[in-house]
């Protein structure tokens, strides 16, 4: 088995970028399994709830940049 994947690694490392991005993407699919129709409805379901909060005026958005300013802060702790 070892010899079967040096191979497909070699075969792997001549493809173009794009190539490789897309057997990435299979082989993660791959390992993903089937969808989960429960999640996408739950998602879908969270989805609605945020906007509906939204709308409502219950929460307020906050800025992209001071998310990532306040995340970089807590991660040099």
């Known amino acids: 088995m070892?010899?079967?994947?040096?191979e497909i690694a070699e075969k792997a490392r001549s493809l173009s970028t794009r190539e490789k991005a897309e057997l990435i993407r299979v082989?993660?699919?791959d390992?993903?399994?089937p969808p989960d129709d429960d999640?996408?409805?739950a998602w879908?379901?969270?989805v609605e709830r945020r906007s509906?909060?939204?709308k409502e005026g219950?929460?307020?958005t906050i800025p992209g940049d001071r998310v990532f300013k306040d995340l970089r802060s807590r991660l040099k702790k």
């Open 2 to 6: 070892p010899n079967d994947l040096a």
């Open 58 to 60: 219950k929460v307020q």
């Open 31 to 33: 390992l993903d399994g």
């Open 44 to 46: 879908a379901l969270e």
């Open 52 to 54: 509906r909060e939204l």
């Open 27 to 29: 082989l993660i699919a």
């Open 39 to 41: 999640a996408e409805r």
